[in-house]
């Protein structure tokens, strides 16, 4: 029996975890860097330990003083939640060897799924179909060029070791190719400590789709649907949602045996994802598998009545699935708006500073998963996600109304939200009658920002977030004519989007 737990994360995610083990009566343990030694996840804890500098590197990324702060503390499981080492095959090693339970998949799944082009390899063996293109990263460039004309343009260039929607490229022509190789190559070395690359055929206007899986350690595997995650900006989720509009019978069948199928290929345990895009055709073509909890995973739990984090803690225990494929079906209609500290008009650079009002949403059907209260500080550091708003209806357009009001009733000020952008999204004819897919946001609302704001480049994107991030270390090394560290913050959130 696990009696306490380890929570490796920060934010929304480790709170959601210490709720979890609240319900369990297990002990929960944060761990903090520098940057949260205030933060709402600290507090909540049953315990918790200081474990380094702000940065990630240093601190949430430090697998020696993680696993050594494990043992010391008596702590029986780890719970990696999403990010950070959660998808680290050496980290999740490093704990099977150590005798404390991980709560997740084997080290050797997740290495397996890690690695794209190897993913690929393996899912193409096994009766899961993937998007056209190579399965080994490119080392012959005319090899490679005829690939390209094979499957046609335009095509993606992607970092094998890939993630968080970076290290990928677009290619519209072969006189493109070379250049966009090498820019790709550099970008993944840079990014990703690899120069691997491979192709996959660039799918038009396509849907991302993907099927939760739970399977524990007894050969039992079953799905609980799918999601749909198409509303991304810079291939980043924004808005999810269960079921998918666009998806029929015929196809939730196709899917999820294949993600089954994918599950099974990698000998997989506890609860996981398979992503795919699929076409206007309904083709369909795996892309990814995430081997955690996912970020979404509130919008299953909703329809399907599970508590997926207390699953997991089951199957890491060893229990059998608590339940049976043919007794879980949909119930009604989730939506998901993760609320992201941003500057919507100017690229979504991150916005930083002091929560000086948190007044959040709730009333029937709605649930806010939050890392942050009045008087947390959002640093610069790490992932821009304040919080998740979720709504549940007995239909959609229920659901689209309850999500409206809710997001209405939400107030942040201290930092930039893209609270007002989510509850614009909802009033488009194209959400409301699922026509939209994953360019939404680049062709139908970047469109609305003024030109002064919009980079031409992605890079320029890049550019403006280290420009940021260098004046803000700056600032805050300097104390202001105050004498307060921190940088002054924005303000209301509120945005002309309605
Ligand atoms: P990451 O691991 O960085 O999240 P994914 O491979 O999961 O990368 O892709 C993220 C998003 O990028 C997808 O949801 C989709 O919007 C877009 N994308 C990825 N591959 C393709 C493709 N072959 N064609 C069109 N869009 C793609």
């Known amino acids: 029996m696990i009696k306490k737990i380890l929570i490796v994360n920060r934010g929304e995610i480790a709170v959601r975890i210490i709720k979890a083990c609240r319900e369990l009566s297990i002990t929960s343990a944060a761990l903090y860097s520098e940057a949260d030694k205030d933060s709402l996840h600290v507090r909540l804890a049953d315990e918790a330990y200081f474990i380094g500098p702000s940065a990630s590197s240093e601190s949430y990324l430090n697998i020696p003083k993680i696993v050594d702060l494990a043992k010391k503390i008596g702590a029986s499981a780890i719970h990696p ?21 991980f709560i997740g998949p084997r080290s050797e799944s997740v290495r397996l799924m890690g690695d794209k082009t190897e993913a690929r390899k393996l899912m193409a063996g096994s009766e899961v179909p993937i998007v056209p293109g190579t399965t080994s990263p490119i080392d012959s460039i005319e090899e490679a060029k005829k690939t390209a004309r094979e499957i046609g343009y335009p095509i993606l260039l992607k970092a094998s070791a890939g993630g968080g929607g970076k290290g990928m490229r677009k290619v519209a022509s072969e006189d493109e190719f070379e250049s966009s190789l090498s820019a790709a190559q550099n970008e993944a070395l840079k990014a990703f400590g690899s120069s691997d690359v491979y192709i996959e055929k660039y799918i038009e206007n396509p849907k991302h789709i993907e099927v939760q899986i739970i399977a524990d350690h007894h050969g039992n595997y079953a799905h609980l649907f799918e999601r749909d995650c198409s509303i991304q900006r810079r291939h980043q989720k924004v808005i999810e949602e269960a079921p998918s509009t666009f998806v029929d019978g015929e196809l939730r069948q196709k899917l999820t045996s294949a993600a089954i199928n994918a599950a099974k290929a990698c000998g997989y345990y506890n609860a996981g994802t398979i992503e795919f895009l699929v076409d206007k055709n309904k083709n369909f073509y795996f892309l990814e598998m995430n081997t955690r909890l996912q970020v979404e995973h509130p919008v299953t739990e909703l329809i399907t009545g599970l508590d997926l984090v207390k699953e997991q803690i089951a199957i890491a225990e060893g229990k059998p699935l608590s339940f049976r494929q043919e007794d879980i079906y949909i119930h009604g209609h989730a939506l998901e708006c993760r609320i992201y500290a941003e500057d ?31 008087f947390s500080n959002v640093s610069m550091f790490y992932d821009p996600l304040l919080t998740k708003v979720i709504a549940w209806g007995r239909n959609r357009p229920e659901a689209i109304e309850r999500m409206k009001r809710a997001l209405g009733e939400y107030k942040i000020a201290g930092v930039l939200t893209n609270i007002a952008a989510c509850r614009w999204v909802l009033k488009q004819e194209e959400f409301k009658d699922g026509s939209f897919d994953i360019n939404f946001v680049e062709n139908v609302f970047m469109p609305l920002i003024p030109d002064k704001w919009k980079s031409e480049q992605a890079q ?38 309605e």
């Open 460 to 497: 320029d994107y890049e550019d403006a977030v280290s420009l940021l991030a260098v004046l803000l270390k700056a600032r805050m090394s300097e104390p202001g004519p105050s004498g307060n560290k921190v940088p002054k913050s924005n303000n209301w959130t509120s945005k002309p989007y």
């Open 81 to 101: 939640g999403y990010g950070f080492l959660s998808e680290n095959a050496d980290f999740i090693k490093a704990v099977e060897e150590s005798g404390i339970i």
């Open 344 to 374: 919507v008009d100017n690229n979504f650079v991150p916005s930083t500073g002091h929560i000086k009002l948190h007044r959040r949403p709730d009333g029937i059907g709605i649930r806010v998963d939050t890392g942050i209260d009045p």
